[in-house]
């Protein structure tokens, strides 16, 4: 009898333990296949022509190197990378202080006004990425709109220099970037059950005991998530630096940018783009895990 | 005996909501006092209001004879177990229990020794080192308690402490908190909507409705003399009999089934009848009420004389039994 039973019921059992998966499966086709063609396949296209050589008048000779790679830690390339590590950095740092402030504004104030805080918070966002970076220039320019109110109240010296500087620079950054801190900082915030600041106050904590011991550990991850974010996008990026920068300012990205369309060096545009892929992967891989980690904590500390 | 806390014409309001209403109450030292009331009656307002989270609009809160209702709550000798524990999820039960005397900046050997000992009476000390989502109900339960108990307050809150677990560990735990209490020899107030429950744990009850206090006694007082007739309802289970305008209180244990000697006698039929282990419960239709009153006859009392759904029955009671309510 069970050696009758047994055939019927085991494929049975194997059908539905898979079908959500298939569903699941089908379901992530299309953005699986979007990110292996323009992903993937480009990020090997590009991988694989770091190994390559440049060719005497711009073009790729097919022979192997490691020269590419080698080139990166002469002291004029790391020098540039050592830059956009600070410049991106010091934006990072700023933007996640300013961030978080705002965020824990933002979640303290009464729930029905929220929504309407965050929505400004990440208005500037909804517009175009040139614009607002070209918004700086008319600011910090010479004659800008900074210097003519300085005129305006009294000031007669010397315009100061503010644009192309390495203070434009970051300043850009963060202003860029605000909106994706204040919220992933806001989230954590927002799911903080106000009971457990509570329970600190009652058993002896002073207000700012009770921030760097209970609040601030339990919303590290959404730091930590907004500051990669920033970090990531900073160092790579080669718009801000290019605009408000004035080109006195090297960064990865324009690095890079300068490899591909005026140098023509491609196989060692290539080798740096793939390192700075790496750090972004690295730093990306090393959230992840630790918000994985805080994940069964939050679950806990958070309200229904 | 001198009051340890006495709370004096305090008022809370929220908009338009009085939630506490020139409430006033005196609780004396080693107390186990229980605050009773249903959904929304100002139990947990009045309790942030001794912690500190909230600050009376009117009245004053004395401790000690101390007026601390402006005190914040961190500097008060009062401690408060929340209706959700509201452990600190990133850290383990020992840093939980410890956290609160690590405030106070006591000596290390001193923070370790206060925390050994309390996790011993709350036989929490083999899980020291688990984070509060390795726990149970009732062992989280547990550490929110220790975690308080630890800090030997003045006078301990607790906002229905055994809100979230079930029936029989309930019973085992309200039977545990009094043991700790005596052991610790700590104040405390409890928040509770279960009636029972306060009459099991407190030595004196007070109920609460709307935010103003109802009556204040010991639980034999507040079961057998209820102040009117809202308390009579909300402690225990009470039959009402209007007549003349006024309105006849009488608890089912009261009544008996063909008595030899009652002052005052009724014939009934059995509408209903349910069985309960220790007792018999029977609900009998008279002229008296248009509800059918409830009887409550021992096991013993039952198999003496048995009856069954549809029998006539007379019922009986002696008048000394019975409350009057003019209302
Ligand atoms: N922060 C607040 N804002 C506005 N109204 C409030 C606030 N806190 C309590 N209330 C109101 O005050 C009244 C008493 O609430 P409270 O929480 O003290 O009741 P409770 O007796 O603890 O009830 P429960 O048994 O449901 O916990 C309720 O009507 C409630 O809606
Ligand atoms: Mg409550």
Known sequence: MRGHLAPHRFPEKTRRVQSPNTRSTLLMAPA????????????????????????????IEYTFTLENFALIVDPLYAGIFLTSARIAGLATLIAVVIGYAAAYAIAAAPRHRQPLLLFLAVLPFWSNYLIRTYAWIVLLNREGLITQGLRMLGYEGEPPS????????ITGLVYNYLPFVILACYAPLARLNPELAEASRDLGASAFTTFRRVILPMTVPGIAAGAVFVFVLSIGNFITPALLGGGRFQMMGNLIYAQFLTANDWPFGAAIS?????????LLTIQAIAAEKGAGERREGTDG | MTALLSIDGVTRRFGAVTAVDRLSLEIVENEFFALLGASGSGKTTLLRMLAGFETPDAGAIRLDGADISRMPPNRRPVNLMFQSYALFPHMTVEGNIAYGLE???????????RVGEIMEITELSPMAKRKPDQLSGGQRQRVALARALVKRPRLLLLDEPLGALDKKLRAAMQLELKRLQHEVGITFIVVTHDQEEALVMADRVAILKDGRLLQCGTPH??????????????????????????????????????????????????TARAYHGLDLQLHVATPL?????????????????????????????NEADTRQFND
């Open chain 2, 221 to 270: 007082e507040v079961y057998e003399h209820p102040a009117n007739r809202f308390a009579a309802d909300f402690i225990g289970v009470m039959n009402f009999i209007e007549e003349g305008g006024r309105t006849l209180a009488i608890r089912p244990e009261r009544i008996h089934l063909f008595p030899d000697r009652a002052d005052r006698t009724v014939e009934g039929r059995v």
């Open chain 1, 274 to 282: 793939m390192v700075l892929i790496a750090i972004m992967m690295g």
């Open chain 1, 162 to 169: 503010m644009l192309y500087t390495e203070g434009a620079v």
């Open chain 1, 32 to 59: 699986l296949m979007w990110l292996t063609a323009l992903m993937v396949v480009p990020c090997g296209l590009i991988l694989a022509l770091g190994f390559f050589r440049r060719g005497l008048y711009g073009g």
């Open chain 2, 289 to 317: 009420s248009p509800k059918p009153l409830l009887v409550r006859l021992t096991a013993n009392a039952a198999d003496r004389r048995p009856v069954a759904e549809g029998d006539t029955v007379t019922l009986g009671w």
């Open chain 2, 103 to 113: 405030m106070e900046h006591l000596p290390r050997s001193e923070i370790g020794a």
